[in-house]
């Protein structure tokens, strides 16, 4: 079996695995539950996307199965996914959105009102579970990724801190990812069997 070397890779081996994926609130899901909706996802993303513009999707959302949802799409879409800092205000949080060249950018009621009154033209604001949301993923057909991902290509995009200046946009390949990960496996003695559990 060959092994993954991509997030879009590691991803797709999961699609068909009918174990404990996520739980939240008492509520679980498979890894067959949590990445068909993150595919119907990404399929909704890259159908409205500007295919002249690169595929940067932004998220603005909290520690959540919406995030963990956004993230999965990014990497089975191959679309680059932006964390955008949620600590951020006014202006500051627009120019972080501008910064990291997002075309979408994916959040949800609780974020929803800092984004009032901001310059983001040219960024098209989704909100999670609004009518709009639910009629573009119920209509979104099956995915045709953006791009096969490569291990050198750019998987997200982490704003640095800001703690001497305005955050930057740090570019992490899709390796990393997959370093980063298999480290922490190894740290904390992860298992398939261990789940991802949110909390906000």
Known sequence: ????????????????????????DGQTWTWR?????????AAAL????????PLHVGALLGNTPDMLTT?????????VLCGINNTRRGDSLARDIRRADCQILVTDDHHLALLDGLDLAGVQ????????????????????PHREAAATDTSMLIFTSG??????????MDAMVLLAGAAL???YELTPEDVSRTAR
């Open 125 to 144: 604001v989704l909100v999670v579970g609004s009518p709009e949301w639910k009629e573009l993923t119920a209509r979104a057909g099956l995915l045709t």
């Open 33 to 41: 539950e949590h990445l068909s909706a993150a595919a119907g996802q």
């Open 71 to 79: 993230m999965a799409a990014a990497g089975l879409g191959g679309c």
């Open 185 to 187: 496996a190894a740290r």
């Open 46 to 53: 890259i159908g409205i996307a500007d295919p002249r513009r």
């Open 1 to 24: 079996m060959q092994v993954a070397e991509t997030v879009q890779q590691l991803l797709r081996e999961r699609s068909n695995d009918d174990s404990v994926a996520v739980k939240h």
């Open 163 to 172: 703690t001497s200046g305005d955050p930057k946009a740090v570019q992490i």
